[in-house]
């Protein structure tokens, strides 16, 4: 089984900055090409796509999230990352992380979700 697991979160003020981490552990990660991605959920708001970056290396951002978040993987260390610049009170959320394994082309991908780590952006 997989295990993942969120850190990094906490209380911030306006243009400051956070790096969330977020591990995989579980020998299902053997052979298998890792994807990620960061969601945010704010209070009273819907599950939101943060930033996501490909077995390859490829990743996609979010609008709001452009020019100020970085996301970066080391599967070596089954790790990933989201940087997390300029943030401003509009960024408060529960920040979660995926992990999808694919073990093949038509291989069944599944999906794993971390328990999340908070963020607050305030004065």
């Known amino acids: 089984q997989v295990h993942v697991v969120e850190s990094g979160g906490g209380l911030v003020q306006p243009g400051g900055s956070l790096r969330l981490s977020c591990a995989a552990s579980g020998s299902r990660l053997s052979g298998y090409r890792l994807a990620w991605e960061w969601y945010r959920q704010a209070p009273g708001k819907g599950r939101e796509l943060v930033a996501a970056?490909?077995?390859?290396?490829?990743?996609d951002y979010a609008d709001s999230a452009k020019g100020r978040f970085t996301i970066s993987g080391d599967n070596a260390k089954n790790t990933v990352y989201l940087q997390m610049d300029s943030l401003n009170p509009a960024d408060t959320a529960v920040y979660y992380c995926?992990?999808?394994?694919?073990?093949?082309?038509?291989?069944?991908?599944?999906?794993?979700w971390g328990q999340g780590t908070k963020v607050t952006v305030s004065s």
């Open positions: 970056v490909t077995s390859g290396g490829a990743t």
């Open positions: 995926k992990l999808t394994t694919t073990p093949g082309l038509f291989g069944t991908r599944r999906d794993y």
